[in-house]
């Protein structure tokens, strides 16, 4: 599988993915393909960075989705008039090195300010990735396809009806892969699916495949913990009962899985403001938390990343 320029399918080595981190790629791939060019980074006026190789300049362009319209295109046309004031007559073509493929206008307003512009896109970058995979892996999750008998011996043990979960010759003509980021695990998992499955069902089954803990009570600090399952395609969460034909995934798009640990004192019989709800972002929705919870959290938290590691071990070995 090509790699994909943006999130959650880049993962830069340090940080969050940004436009600085896209520029760092690229400066790492150019400096790659070019040892002698010492390529050299510049933060513009505009906000995007430029980078300077020799007598040409190579304008980074970032989409924080991969989306063509999510390209910043004032900012971008700002940066392109900038480097046309400032052109040499006997330099190289100018480049943007951008995430998204551009649209046929947008391709024409950027030639309409430098007209020997070259555009540079994620299948250029793809080819870069393949041909210095060394340097270029750090810089992605790794994409693990789930085999089958271990997708199905999960949906077994979930008690998924096999029906909605087998490509069956009722439903073999629109099989469904998926790309799935769990976003407590550094991997995204590719599955073979029936387009009849429901997102409720697509979640047990991956609960079994992960093998994330259950529900579970720490007696010494006096806590319940569970996980409470969430999916999200395009920022959207969906319906439990959703068929996942209905999400209408389209190609080189993750759908994330989130896991909430909620947490309640076990004498309580309800969840109250002294309640702590930890995401899988790191982020806490809580009005009031205590150390006990603080401890229990992070015990549950090595359940799941130690059940994790072991079930991505497993994944990469059963293929």
Known sequence: MSPICHPPFFRPPTGDPSAAAWAQFVTALLTAAEPAGNPELHLLDSGQELIKVGNRRLLCVWSPTGRTQEVPEDLTQKSLRHMASRRRSDSPPPAICCNA???DAQRARCRK???DIELLTPRHWAGECRKFSTVSAPWFRPVLPVAEPLWQTAATDAKVQLRT????????????ILLIHPRFCD????????????????LETLIHV???PGSK????????VKLSWSLKYNNQAALLDTPLQKLKVQPETAIEVDARVLMRDQHRQKENAHDVIYCADGTWHTRSRSDRFNTAEEKFRTLMSHACDASLRQIRTVQ
């Open 165 to 176: 979960t087998r490509l069956t010759v009722f439903n073999w003509r629109k099989p469904l």
């Open 217 to 224: 009570t720490f007696e010494e600090d006096n806590c319940v």
């Open 101 to 103: 493929d551009l649209s």
């Open 210 to 212: 992960l093998k994330m």
């Open 113 to 115: 300010i430098i007209s």
């Open 187 to 202: 991997a995204i998992l590719q599955v073979t699916v029936s387009p009849l499955m429901t997102v409720d069902q697509l």
